[in-house]
């Protein structure tokens, strides 16, 4: 089975930083990555998928990448509005297993 | 608006059963695949199941064999019947859509919290 590793757990920033978010995959899973956006109380909200999509209605300053088994989510500069936990997910299809990490927690400094 | 609301959660005691539904509306329901993800309190998300447009269930070990998917596509709903429970079992219930690009999860209900205790 494929395991989602996020580091850091919990980053402390400050609006106008640049913050990058990782997760490693255990093994190759090619580009089929997705990152989720959740604030307290609410529903996960979906930001990137196929690694470095950016999904309709999410700002430019989110973008992703990758690196072999390495992604990152990067925020060019942190808004008061995105200090809220991070999680990657693997998308695979066939058959369905859609596996997650572990989250990373964004705080304000 | 695309909406998920889901419906069903409540107290149950270990061992029992619950359904959970989801009523799906502004789009062609029918034509997504669509799944159940849980959060437990203070913990990360767990893909629970998922069903595709032809209506075949997938599951993870852990529910497999306890949980069970369907869709009534006529009606724009979502259910998930879920048997044996387990205190492990307790946590907010997600319906979501499977968008586009390998069914990623683009909408998300509310949520609805089931909790298994005696």
């Known amino acids: 089975d494929i395991q989602l590793t996020q580091s850091p757990s919990f980053l402390s920033a400050s609006v106008g930083d640049r913050v990058t978010l990782t997760c490693r995959a255990s093994?190759?899973?090619?580009?089929?990555l997705a990152w989720y956006q959740q604030k307290p109380e609410k529903a996960p909200k979906l930001l990137i998928y196929?690694?470095?999509t950016l999904q309709s209605g999410v700002p430019s300053r989110f973008s992703g990448s990758a690196s072999g088994t390495e992604f990152t989510l990067t925020i060019s500069s942190l808004q008061p509005e995105d200090f809220a936990t991070y999680y990657c997910q693997h998308l695979k299809s066939y058959p369905p297993e859609y596996t997650f990490g572990q989250g990373t927690k964004l705080e304000i400094k | 608006e695309v909406q998920l609301v889901e419906s069903g959660g409540g107290l149950v005691q270990p061992g029992g059963p619950l359904r959970l539904s989801c009523a799906a509306s502004?789009?062609?329901?029918?034509?997504?695949?669509m799944h159940w993800v849980r959060q437990a309190k203070g913990e990360g998300l767990e893909w629970v199941s998922t069903i595709g447009t032809a209506g075949d269930p997938y599951y993870p070990d852990s529910v497999k064999g306890r949980f069970t998917i369907s869709r009534e596509n006529a009606r724009s709903s979502l259910y998930l019947q879920m048997n044996s429970l387990r205190a492990e079992d307790t946590a907010v219930y997600y319906c979501?859509?499977?968008?586009?690009?390998?069914?990623?999860?683009?909408?998300w209900g509310q949520g609805t919290m089931v909790t298994v205790s005696s």
């Open positions: 093994q190759g899973i090619s580009s089929y």
């Open positions: 196929a690694a470095s």
């Open positions: 979501v859509r499977g968008g586009a690009y390998r069914d990623a999860f683009d909408i």
């Open positions: 502004g789009f062609t329901f029918s034509s997504y695949v």
